[in-house]
């Protein structure tokens, strides 16, 4: 989490969720698009708030992605988001795009609200169609509101092959106000830069225009949620949504405001905390991997160097195994496509140096091992060839990954 | 293997191998690195040969690539490479660069040889120095001959985790004379793009300059090993080594000769036999997937895409479960970072087509599911957006990937 805990201002408030910001309402229900868990989630502001997201990179992006961003176009500002699990509406042409709009206007219309103040989201198998019957009837039935339990039902209902719920909640004062973030994630396979298989919901009650919400976003999901990989793959559906409801009583944060290093903060904190929940939950995981790399010629570098590395399969298989197999972790940073000098690399694994100027250390193999047990790993690497620094997140690669992944349709 | 076949003057031998070619002799000897698995290897011509070779891309090279560059550099010609399994004698610094030198010594002594005639290669684990005593001993023990039981010696001495040797063989005819090109290699994981992980030793009784040679090779191995991946990783070793003696007594290959692309169909075979033989053989697979890629806007695009799709451990796991899940390979296809209409894409699993213009098609989960355990399991992928082809090669991902990578070293 970095030295986040110098900026004073940024607290974690534990138990927290989207529903923490004033002015937030949750809810999810079963629609039945699974057999027996909640599919359908709905977060709602009870007035606009400005919104801005980030979407997947990959090319074949799903309609659902494809209404969210023309909503959130119009004016800026969303007043609640629809969510489904089980079936992603990817692949599915324009029908797939109508039964995207059809979710959004039955939202609407069920919240009197406009069309373009709905953002719309889905996540699970490509290429199949929603069953339109059941997301109306669960559009229906949703109740919504502001206890932890309306929360928890919101978080439930956008997972997938997730074996816990994400949720995360930071405060800070901003012009003196008392300013909360809350958020809910899902995505555990299908994890890689860029939103790949991940939905990530962000509520807020400051006062922000959309602009300086986009900015403070692309800036902060470089940070967080595009350092964390599972697997390598990127899906077609996922997306980080934010919304700010100005019901904290800030006045309009934009980059010259004083406390938008605080905004930012508070942004980071929130974000990091759920990427780390949706790395740690990564399909068949056993443990978290933090990979921390300085001494880059830039931050990206530094970035691009501590996500080959947690991206690796070697790397994530040894650690799977507790076998403190270095020569994997040279091997990633040497073939990150990033300049290195090959002679001043140093490489420590939590407190036991394995590389020191690129030269092998002599080291317990016993005291390595019984380190990888930990459920949390550390890998720190000192590039001595610069001073940039960055940090990605990752998980194992064990046998559960490969049985979860074998069989997920079936 | 495409339409080799109508190529007519390339034909395989079957049982071939590196002792086919006239003039070339191998062996391989029990040194003690393993515990009682042969552990270094000799091919030995009896005259200068031309010799070209590829290295990993990856930036820290391992100290043998760096003497076989300085011995090919001096005159383009080799008459003897030495290799030992077990260690990588990668990340071992200065020592490490002077024992690579010792291997190339005490061979050319043995061989009465010029030093840059001989050619170095290690695979194995990074980090640990070689045990000099051990390997002096095996050069000074080692046989070579030109019997099938020779090949296998050296076949048999190179390879880490593989399950078994991999070995092809091919001739054609240049100038009326009869040409004969044998191949062995090694790598089963740490296999992903430009030498990754990968041995590969090309013999061939061609007359050709080292230039010509050079050219060959980098032409052809851009469609063969570097289209195969296992995992992803590179490694810090590997390379290809090509050696044409000129014993089959035609006139010197170069690109203007007429039988020049006869010569590259040659190489061509021989290499994507070896890389198809990697691939199979790939840390834990139980098939081979070959994902043929048409309508790219160039072969470079068809290439990258093919090797994504190959690469996603997502279809990887989908294929050893037998899971028909066409979504992961759009998934893949579209963040290939390569141009496509996401409009017009045909997808085919054998002969069941899955995708047509981008949409999804009805088909028998059953059959589909029957084809999926085959041991060849062939990926065609449409893009029609142009005219680029291209090919990769892979495995699937099951429980002993992981298994096999987990304990390594232990």
Redesign the interface.
Known sequence: MEALSEVSQVKKVNGGSVVSPKGFYAGGVHAGLRYSRKDVGLIYSEVPASSAAVYT????QAAPLKVTQHSIQEKGKLQAVIVNSAC?N????ERGLQDAYSMRKLTADKLNLEETFVAVASTG????YLQMDRIAAGITDIQFGQTQEDAEGFQTAILTTDTCMKSSCYTTEIDGMLVTMGGAAKGS??I?PNM?TMLGFITCDAAISPESLKKALKSVTDKSFNQITV??????NDMVLVMANGKAGNEELHEGHKDWEAFLELLKNTSQDLAKQIARDGEGATKLIEVSVKGAASNDDARKIAKQIV????VK??I??A?A????I??????AGV??N?DTVDIKLGETTM?LN???QVFSEDDAKKYLENDTIHIFVDLQFGDGEGKAWGCD???D???I??????
Chains 1, 2 share one sequence.
């Open positions: 990179l990959n090319q074949f992603a990817a692949c599915t042409g198998v490509i290429g199949e396979g299908m890689h790949a697997d390598g793959d990127t899906s077609t991206g690796s399969n070697l298989t040894a799977f195994g076998d197999n270095w020569g994997r040279i091997g990633a940073i040497g073939q300049e290195v090959v590389l690129s030269v092998p690669l064990s046998y990954y490969v049985k992944n074998a069989s997920y349709r079936t």
